[in-house]
């Protein structure tokens, strides 16, 4: 796994119970797989990894890996964790399972220091073969990347990407030149972020986003005209995104991607408490901005 392309990360759907829902999560794989995203990578941020229990991430794990079986597009798995030593576990079990590829952040209870990160990232790179991809997500970790941390990592032979996410695309385009400057060759870079994608619409580095998981039709679609530089194409999924981006803005991230997915067929019940659920008139707005998102791009 490359962590090329458009990489999608789906929701861990749960039953109304609260528990985790296997059969819905393997229908999940395989309509991502029918849709033409690149990769699927389960247990990221959207997948609620935070609020499972190691069993459960194993079985998740393991369930996408069996529903991807064959299709040729790899699975990925988050593997962040409170301590290295879970971290281990996690990635040794997500090896065991059949996945592609692992992602790491720095999470932390209490911030981490650079070489604290490259303690972690020496450790789970030197413990298991699989490809890994660095994730910087410091809206949840509260540690930002420094970008030559993240390139001198790269020396190590199975970190092959770095998964940015910044507030402006001056500064998308600063860390991507330093990072490229510094990294190993042929090292990929990502980035995450909604808004940040839209805007840059840059199909020449890959795209790591929770929406492609609940809309990978449209999503697919949208990296499409960039690849093609069609710009008139790519302005109009600009326009059509917009409602529902605006919509979501205002929502909890987590709890509005629950309901999103759920709204696009993806069928969930809301994340684990303590997080609360998007309430009524918040996801009627939800419906109604994907219902007017398909009827524009339907034109």
């Known amino acids: 796994m490359d962590f090329s392309g458009l990489i999608a990360y789906p929701v861990t ?10 059969p819905e999560l393997a229908r999940q794989v395989e309509v991502l797989v029918g849709s033409g995203v690149d990769s699927i990578c389960v247990l990221g941020t959207a997948g609620s990894f935070a609020y499972l229990s190691s069993e459960e991430r194993a079985t998740v794990v393991r369930t996408a890996v ?3 079986a064959g299709s040729g597009i790899p699975v990925g798995a988050g593997v962040s964790a409170m301590t290295t030593q879970d971290v281990l576990e996690l990635a040794w079990d997500a090896e065991s399972a059949g996945a592609d590829g692992l992602v790491l952040n720095p999470l932390s209870y209490v911030a981490l220091r650079s070489p604290e990160i490259a303690d972690q ?9 699989l490809p890994l991809c660095l994730d910087n997500n410091p809206s949840t970790t509260g540690f930002v990347y420094p970008v030559d941390l993240a390139a001198e990592l790269s020396d190590l032979g199975n970190v092959v990407a770095f998964k940015d996410t910044v507030d402006s695309e001056r500064a998308l385009q600063n860390r991507r030149h330093l990072f490229l400057e510094l990294a190993e060759p042929g090292t990929s870079f990502g980035i995450a972020g909604t808004s940040l994608i839209l805007n840059s619409a840059d199909a020449s580095i890959a795209w790591h986003t929770g929406f492609a998981a609940a809309l990978p039709r449209e999503w ?7 690849a093609a530089r069609d710009v008139e194409l790519v302005d109009r999924w600009r326009r059509a995104f917009s409602p529902l981006i605006e919509v979501l803005r205002w929502e909890r991230p987590l709890s509005s991607l629950y309901a999103l997915n759920d709204i696009c067929g993806m069928r969930t019940a809301p994340p684990r408490r303590p997080l609360h659920p998007v309430g009524t008139p918040s996801r009627e707005r939800i419906r109604s901005a994907v219902r007017d998102l398909r009827a524009e791009m339907q034109q």
């Open 13 to 22: 759907p749960f039953t109304t119970a609260g528990a985790v829902d296997l």
């Open 66 to 68: 069996q529903a991807a």
């Open 121 to 129: 990232v020496e450790t789970v790179a030197s413990s298991v073969a």
């Open 220 to 226: 697919v679609a949208f990296r499409a005209a960039a």
